[in-house]
């Protein structure tokens, strides 16, 4: 079974630039995540999709991010225009819903650093 | 809301020894989870509790969630350079899951 794909996996911008990644699930995986992790800290939830549907962007800057999930498998986040502050890992995980253990699916992440 | 303190932040130890990682929550858990982080990769998950005084182990890793069910710890037996990697505790908050500051680890060869 083929895991979580996320690309880029690293990306260099500059600030006010803007910049998108993407996210594709396991398959039939109803449930994504997007998650920032800043050095030293653990992950934090930015949006929650199921399906594509929004399930949870409480903590999603929405000024500068956006996200979606068209036809409810890939995803993409997108930063505009980005600030240093959002220097980070962004992960992507994906679960099948109403699992007993929950267990997320996580992907390699992207890392991006703004300068 | 709730918050998952780790301890310590992190640890450097002798291949071979034992160590405890420690995760406590300010609120009663309802689903505690472990998992393993290496540098610049996504996170894999080790274990799941739910059940006050639960434990479960998985090859030379334990972990153990208290009676009150608002602390849990991992321990690791005979520690070896691939235990290294930063660890995550991780829980279902009331509407998200929420994830612990994690904990570093090396081990020396």
């Known amino acids: 079974e083929a895991g979580v794909a996320q690309s880029p996996r690293y990306k260099i911008i500059e600030k006010r630039q803007s910049v998108a990644f993407w996210c594709n699930p396991i398959?039939?995986?109803?449930?994504l995540y997007w998650y920032q992790q800043i050095l030293g800290q653990g992950p934090k939830l930015l949006i929650q999709?199921?399906?594509?549907?929004?399930?949870?962007d409480s903590q999603l800057p929405k000024d500068r991010f956006s996200a979606e999930r068209l036809k409810g498998v890939d995803s993409t986040l997108k930063i505009q225009p980005a600030k240093l502050e959002d220097s980070a890992v962004y992960l992507c995980?994906?679960?099948?819903?109403?699992?007993?253990?929950?267990?997320?699916?996580f992907g390699p992440g992207t890392r991006l650093t703004v300068t | 809301s709730q918050e998952l303190e780790q301890s310590p932040q992190s640890l450097i130890v002798q291949e071979g020894k034992n160590l405890t990682i420690n995760c406590t929550s300010s609120?009663?858990?309802?689903?505690l989870y472990w998992y393993k982080q290496k540098y610049g990769e996504g996170l894999i998950f080790l274990m799941m509790?739910?059940?006050?005084?639960e434990e479960k182990s998985h090859e030379k890793i334990t972990a153990k969630l208290d009676e009150k069910k608002q602390q849990s710890s991992l321990h690791i037996t005979a520690s070896q350079p691939s235990h290294a990697g930063i660890y995550l505790c991780?829980?279902?908050?009331?509407?998200?899951?929420?994830f612990g500051t994690g904990t570093r680890l090396k081990v020396l060869a």
């Open positions: 995980a994906s679960r099948l819903p109403g699992q007993i253990r929950e267990e997320q699916y």
């Open positions: 398959s039939g995986h109803a449930t």
């Open positions: 999709f199921q399906n594509n549907g929004v399930v949870d």
């Open positions: 609120k009663t858990l309802y689903g």
């Open positions: 509790l739910q059940k006050g005084g």
């Open positions: 991780g829980a279902r908050g009331t509407y998200k899951y929420i």
